[in-house]
């Protein structure tokens, strides 16, 4: 069976820049900051009208940090797992097209 090994790596390269992964992610991210954006005016709000102090208002905006990051480590173990499946397809397909 003839086959070139650039042709196979260009499609290969090809279904993981068209695959949802990345877009997943972006989108993902966008979401989730578009989602916080009630509590991150709130908490605005509150530190000009007196009712946080400075140290309150970069504690709770920490807070606010590490809950998105949390979140996305949870992403980042669906998009291991996507990934992953890509990554075996990809493989799978390179082995039969040589073998």
Do not use: W, Y
């Not at 196979?8 to 578009?34: A, G, M, Y």
């Not at 989602?35 to 208002?57: R, S, V, Y």
């Not at 504690?59 to 980042?76: M, N, P, Y």
């Amino acid at each position: 069976m003839a086959f070139s090994v650039s042709e196979i790596v260009s499609q290969l390269t090809e279904q993981l820049e068209n695959s949802s992964v990345k877009k997943d992610v972006c989108q993902r991210l966008c979401q989730n900051l578009h989602n916080k954006l009630p509590d991150l005016q709130a908490l605005m709000q509150a530190h000009q009208a007196g009712d946080l102090t400075d140290e309150e208002f970069q504690l709770e905006i920490e807070r606010e940090r590490q809950i998105v990051e949390a979140e996305f480590l949870t992403e980042k173990i669906a998009t291991k797992a996507a990934l992953k499946k890509l990554l075996d397809d990809a493989f799978s397909a390179l082995c039969k097209a040589i073998v």
